[in-house]
């Protein structure tokens, strides 16, 4: 059970909510449920995507804070759950500053109240597709300090931004925000692999307030084509500087999905 602002509508899934659910989350309902569960009959592997973009999201957290990162821009940050941005980041710097975005109220709603008092973090009720927006509200400008370098994470958030709302635009306007030194950490869907992938996407769509939209690796790669990637690459999420050997078996293709850090370009 989770915070249900008014006016909120869960008559249809949301992104934020279905991706809690496949990390073993309580923050979301039955109409999440419903979806996720369709899809695991679908592809299997479900929620491998899911565990592994997160996995993910806390190795390049770290990376950047190592890197000297003080700041981080957390897009499409969807339901609190373990391992949250600013728990990893202010674990070794208590002073390094969050601002969370995102447009679903149910998860701006939970973020709000679960950060409440921190201090150096803020929540940003917006989406990810207003760059302006988001660049220039008051919270995020109170917080964040364009002028030094600043992680921006879109992690399992640009397969959200269909081809008519122009992603290559957005990615680019958060580029220009960002100072040298800066990184972005980016993951996105694919059905490259897995064909059957394709479907799971019409699941979602059908029952979803969201849009999943799956690309290639050449158009994942075209949409950044203003970073130039640290090593390895544009990889599986799983593959991206792991913290050790991968388990016998593990398969990192079966999360679907392409994820790198990678620096603006001069």
């Not at 059970?1 to 934020?16: E, F, H, N, V």
């Not at 979803?208 to 690459?233: K, T």
């Amino acid at each position: 059970m989770t915070l249900l602002p008014r006016g909120a509508d869960i008559t249809k899934s949301s992104a934020s909510r279905v991706y809690d659910y496949g990390l073993g989350g309580s923050h979301n309902f039955a109409v999440d449920r419903e979806v996720l569960d369709a899809i695991k009959k679908i592809y299997p592997p479900t929620p491998q995507p899911a565990v592994d973009n997160r996995a993910f999201l806390g190795r390049a957290v770290r990376f950047c804070q190592q890197a000297g990162i003080r700041q981080f821009l957390d897009l499409g940050s969807g339901m609190p759950t373990l391992g949250n941005v600013h728990e990893i980041a202010q674990r070794d710097d208590p002073l390094a500053r969050v601002v969370y975005v995102d447009v679903d109220p149910v998860a701006v709603a939970y973020s709000r109240t679960l950060l409440a008092g921190q201090r150096h973090t803020a929540v940003l009720q917006a989406d990810m597709r207003d760059p302006e927006h988001v660049l220039n509200h008051p919270d995020t400008l109170a917080a964040l300090d364009f002028e030094q370098p600043v992680a921006v994470l879109m992690v399992a958030m640009t397969h959200y931004i269909n081809d008519a709302d122009r992603p290559g635009a957005a990615v680019a306007a958060y580029r220009r925000a960002m100072a040298p030194g800066s990184f972005l950490v980016s993951s996105h869907m694919t059905a490259d692999d897995f064909p059957e992938v394709r479907r799971t996407a019409e699941t979602f769509n059908a029952g979803s307030s969201d849009e999943l939209v799956l690309r290639s690796r050449c158009e994942i790669d075209a949409l950044l084509g203003g970073f130039e990637y640290l090593d390895p690459g544009l990889v599986y999420p799983a593959d991206w500087r792991p913290d050790g050997p991968l388990s016998p078996g593990y398969e990192p293709a079966r999360a679907a999905c392409y994820a790198a850090v990678a620096r603006p370009r001069d």
